[in-house]
């Protein structure tokens, strides 16, 4: 237990810096110079959601023209 803290104390620190206090970020670094909150490791692709997809529009506006020929 004792050796990796040793390991992890001599690790290079995150270059990022806070914003409010300005006090630079105490985490471990990975290969870029950043800790993985600050610019590390990707979460991956995001999360599509249809709301623009080609059916999701065609689908708006069908209802769209039912809608207006109700009114």
Known sequence: MHEARKALAN????GAYARTTGLPCKNASMENGRCR??????TGRPI???QRSI???LDRKI???L???LS
């Not at 690790?11 to 995150?14: E, G, I, M």
């Not at 909150?37 to 990707?42: L, T």
Request: charged letters at 25%.
């Open 55 to 57: 059916k999701a529009k």
């Open 48 to 50: 599509i959601h249809g």
């Open 67 to 69: 809608l207006s020929k």
């Open 11 to 14: 690790h290079p620190k995150c």
């Open 63 to 65: 209802v769209k023209q």
């Open 37 to 42: 909150m600050h610019g590390g490791k990707s």
